[in-house]
């Protein structure tokens, strides 16, 4: 069992489509641990980008992230964090495989609808950098527990 966090960016929030996004992890399995829906200030999307700062890309990313809210999510389950980069699909929606979010609803590059984290240890930081430990909750679906914290 781990822990994941995944993002629906602002173009799939004002496209409307939280429900389709959030009803894609669930019906995989996944349980929602934590959820808030927050716009992005320039210093939160240079914490969050850290590692993209410097980037040719970022000043497009930045905009992108600012001009609207995103949905923040922690999701468990097992193989949470593969489970959501395979629904999620490539980060370049023209190299994303049909069915994924990316292809279904991505325009482009930079808005590519949906972010997710890439290893056990970003899953951490970026759980961590929007939830408080007593955000995250843990509960029995009518399955099995499927959320643990980390
Ligand atoms: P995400 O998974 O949120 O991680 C970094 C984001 O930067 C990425 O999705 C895209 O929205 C954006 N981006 C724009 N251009 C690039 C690029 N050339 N390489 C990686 N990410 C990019």
Redesign the pocket.
């Known amino acids: 069992m781990e822990m994941t966090f995944a993002m629906i960016k602002p173009n799939a929030v004002k496209s409307g489509l939280i429900g389709r996004i959030i009803d894609r992890y669930e019906s995989a399995g996944l349980v929602v641990c934590a959820v808030k829906m927050h716009q992005m200030t320039s210093a939160d999307a240079r914490g969050f980008?850290a590692e993209?700062v410097e980037k040719p890309?970022f000043a497009?990313?930045e905009a992108y992230m600012t001009k609207g809210p995103s949905v923040m999510l922690a999701l468990g389950g097992e193989n949470a964090i593969a489970k959501v980069r395979a629904i999620n699909g490539a980060?370049n929606p023209a190299k994303a495989e049909p069915g994924t979010l990316r292809y279904d609803y991505a325009p482009s590059?930079?808005e590519?609808v949906v972010?997710s984290s890439d290893s056990p240890a970003s899953a951490d930081r970026e759980i961590h950098f929007w939830f408080k430990d007593e955000e995250l909750y843990a509960y029995e679906t009518a399955s099995k527990k499927a959320c643990c914290i980390l």
């Open positions: 980008y993209h890309f497009e990313l980060t590059m930079t590519n972010h």
